[in-house]
């Protein structure tokens, strides 16, 4: 039995709001009496990918880091696009890495693996590498440091292949510009050497999306704190990183603060602009600039950042309204700069395995995680039963998106397991031979103290 979970972007709890210890227990429970009832022979967990956030933090700010000794900042690696000095930031990264293994949620799931270990028959953990944790690829050190943590975590890959279990699955985020390196290396750091989007090379390369995380959305945490905003406030913009798309960051910032003093929204503001200046002044953002040349055609994230800062953060504070107004006027004149495209649904399709499928293929599911949204889609169905299909695992985070009124947001806490059996488990009145799998989104909508 194969059980596959994704996005639990476990950090160190300084930017963000971890996953309730809670979920793991319920999660153990339930794997745990799935097993029995489904009489597996084996129990594997797949993390598929961005378990471990190592960039959803405020580390550099709160250490005071130059901007140039970042892993985002000074002279970068043309291999890597992450700076040279790799010694000093392969330190910030263990540094975070170890207190987010101390934290409750961190500490819950590691004891979870370990009664799983013990109630399951030939229980292991495999981890799928995704782009929030994707400098585990630059530094072994932080695999064994996870694994001393986890023991049951038997290695780290970019994928699974099985026909034993009909699946193939990997983070997803392959498919997404703005978080997998390989176009940026391509094009902009190594124009002369063209590697393939799924090569050990291109998971090795640094993303904008990692520095937009850290410096962007944790600094924009880190600059309210430092500026007074009250703590109700700074706890609530620790969702922010929950928020889908993320350019909606802006419009979010406006309804929250809505109902708050001039001041304190004065203060949200001026934390923004410090924010996204940090990040557009790094040398990864300059240099990723660099990919696409004509904003009203191609447009790239940092390209948008741009022209959002250019309409809303101007010298002086006035309201957060009229400035929201102008970047939703461009919004409506521009679409394709803000609208994130359903590039993963259409790289699941893409997948060597469905496009080169041989009649009676035993793969018959692609799985990604990434985009924090539960679906599963169907390519190709046939008489007997089988599919060709395209499942996501979605996160166990709350995701936050924009109601239908264009005005408010709202959100869910969402539980999501895959569960996927062989031909000799989970019997009971299957045909002889087949795989099967059982899909369970969980959402719970409570508001809590």
């Known amino acids: 039995m194969l059980v596959l979970i994704s996005d639990l972007h476990l950090t160190d709890e300084h930017a963000a709001r971890n996953v309730n210890p809670e979920a793991f227990q319920l999660f153990g429970a339930e794997v745990a009496a799935t097993a029995t009832k489904r009489g ?41 696009g992450m700076n040279t000095n790799t010694g000093a930031i392969e330190r910030q990264f263990l540094a975070i890495l170890r207190e987010m293994l101390r934290t409750p949620t961190a500490r819950q799931l590691i004891a979870t693996f370990a009664e799983l270990e013990r109630q399951t028959p ?17 530094f072994p050190s932080l695999q064994a440091e996870i694994q001393r943590a986890i023991p049951q975590i038997t290695g780290f890959s970019a994928r699974i292949e099985s026909e034993e279990y009909g699946v193939v699955a990997r983070h997803g985020h392959e498919w997404d510009l703005n978080t997998h390196g390989w176009e940026f290396r391509n094009k902009i750091l190594m124009p002369r050497e063209n590697v393939g989007r799924f090569s050990a090379e291109a998971y090795q390369v640094m993303a904008i999306g990692e520095a937009v995380t850290a410096e962007l959305m944790g600094g924009l945490i880190y600059q309210a704190a430092r500026l007074g905003t009250p703590q109700p406030i700074v706890e609530q913009l620790k969702d922010v990183n929950n ?15 809505a109902h708050e003093t001039r001041d304190d929204q004065e203060r949200l503001y001026q934390a923004l602009r410090l924010a996204l200046d940090s990040l557009l002044n790094c040398s990864l953002a300059r240099e990723w600039d660099r990919m696409r040349s004509d904003i009203l055609v191609s447009a790239d994230l940092i390209d948008r950042l741009q022209q959002a800062r250019r309409l809303i953060m101007g010298p002086n504070f006035g309201t957060f309204r009229g400035r929201v107004e102008g970047l939703k006027r461009l919004e409506r004149t521009f679409p394709f700069l803000f609208k994130e495209e359903e590039t993963l649904r259409e790289g699941a399709r893409s997948e060597e395995v469905f496009r080169h499928a041989r009649p009676g293929s035993p793969i018959q599911r692609v799985i990604y995680g990434h985009t924090h949204r539960a679906r599963h889609d169907y390519f190709h169905g046939n008489q007997d039963g089988t599919v060709q299909m395209y499942v996501n695992t979605g996160t166990y985070l709350p995701l936050i998106t924009e109601a239908e009124d264009g005005e408010s947001f709202a959100s869910s806490i969402q539980m999501v397991y895959v569960y996927l059996y062989r031909a000799d488990e989970d019997l009971e009145t299957k045909r002889p031979g087949t795989t099967s799998m059982d899909i369970w989104t969980g959402i719970r909508r409570k508001v809590y103290v």
Not at 66 to 80: H, S
Not at 243 to 257: D, K, N, S, Y
Request: hydrophobic fraction near 40%.
């Open 243 to 257: 928020l889908r798309p993320m350019l909606h960051v802006f419009e979010w910032l406006e309804w929250l603060g």
């Open 40 to 80: 597996a022979k084996e129990t594997q967990v797949v993390l598929l990918g961005d378990t471990f956030d190592l960039v959803r933090s405020d580390y550099w700010l709160r250490e005071q880091i130059d901007p140039d000794e970042r892993p985002w900042g000074g002279k970068l690696d043309p291999r890597t």
């Open 122 to 138: 030939n229980f292991t953990v495999r981890c799928i590498v995704g782009n929030h944790d994707r400098v585990l690829w630059n």
